[in-house]
């Protein structure tokens, strides 16, 4: 009998362990209201976000994160991109589940995330193809394509503000890969949607993609970039003082824009980025009383989703501070 109740007590520290470190799985909000605006996915569907509400300390503070996953740059690509995840939220929607799962920076453990567990937190889901600043007035007529990342990014951070966020006194707005360049891209924008009294910071992961030369010599993003901007007519929603400065396209690209964001902004990237290698871009940057960096040597992309990566033993350090810290001091 004895044996029972230790092997019974041990799978019962087991379990709660389990439980413990189960990661939170958040619902999609589909906002049928932006259709009028012409704010929509790639195939005319409603653009889709998960919120989980904050509660205590937390109440008046939000984090939101938009999602990555590269861009189209050419009708036939947006067309592919507009019958699964990254272009349509009906898609999103047949996924079983449809869930997101809360890790890392979103996550609700104080624990793990000591800094932002209980503040609302939002995953803007990603389905325009131009980190959320294209705006095209009319559809493709052969595919059926819009392009309205940018009116996309406008109505949910209206209807956020319906939900509180017009309230906020802390509000950080981060993202991943193509969200992360997103998230400064838009950084001054956000700032917008805030009241003027409300501390207001950027964090973009992994969305410095530089303007550098393949191994073969030529400069495959840079005519990428110049691609989207042009099928998105993304470079009226460009930081204007950059676009100003140079050709559009180019603003692009964060070593040209960052100078020009006015809304404090940390960057978080790796020298080795698994995406590219970029560690000489930074010697351009200077010094800035706006901006900073948390640089690793992890050969890694878009990791602040990732509970290990963002605050665990094994995270990566800076004077002895995780990434989760950093940000949070």
């Known amino acids: ?30 906002l049928h209201s932006a259709i009028t605006e012409g704010a929509v996915c790639l195939d005319a569907s409603p653009p889709a976000y998960h919120l989980d509400m904050g509660y205590g300390t937390g109440f008046n503070s939000w984090i939101i994160t938009i999602d990555g996953g590269d861009w189209c740059d050419c009708i036939s690509y947006c067309y592919n991109r507009s019958t699964g995840l990254l272009g349509s939220s009906t898609k999103m929607q047949l996924q079983s589940p449809s869930t997101y799962t809360f890790g890392g920076i979103l996550r609700n453990n104080p624990r793990t995330n000591p800094d932002f567990y209980n503040w609302k937190r939002v995953m803007v889901r990603y389905c325009d193809g131009s980190s959320f600043t294209g705006d095209v007035a009319h559809v493709d007529p052969e595919t059926k394509v819009y392009y309205g990342g940018a009116r996309i990014f406008k109505a949910i951070m209206d209807d956020l503000s319906q939900k509180g966020m017009q309230n906020a006194e802390n509000a950080i707005l981060s993202g991943t890969s193509a969200g992360g360049l997103s998230t400064i891209l838009n950084c001054d924008r956000f700032k917008s949607f805030l009241p003027e009294n ?18 073969s010599g030529t400069f495959d993003t840079q005519e990428m970039f110049n691609r ?13 003082l950059c676009t100003s400065a140079m050709e559009p396209s180019l603003c692009f690209f964060p070593q040209n824009v960052v100078p020009y964001v006015q809304t404090p902004l940390f960057i978080i990237n790796s020298a080795y980025d698994s995406w590219q290698l970029w560690m000489k871009t930074l010697e351009g940057l200077g010094p800035c009383f706006t901006t900073g960096y948390f640089i690793t040597s ?32």
């Open 1 to 30: 009998m004895t044996n029972f109740w230790l092997v019974f007590l041990a799978l019962s520290t087991l379990l709660t362990a389990v439980v413990a470190v189960k990661e939170e799985e958040v619902n999609i909000t589909i």
């Open 298 to 329: 992890c050969h890694t992309h878009a990791k602040i989703m990732w509970t290990d990566y963002w605050f665990a033993a094994t995270s990566p350090r800076k004077l002895n501070k995780t990434i989760a810290e950093a940000v949070g001091d």
């Open 228 to 240: 989207v901007v042009n099928l998105h007519e993304a470079a009226k929603n460009l930081p204007p």
């Open 198 to 215: 409300a501390r207001v910071k950027c964090v973009g992961n992994a969305g410095f993609f530089i303007n550098a030369k393949t191994v």
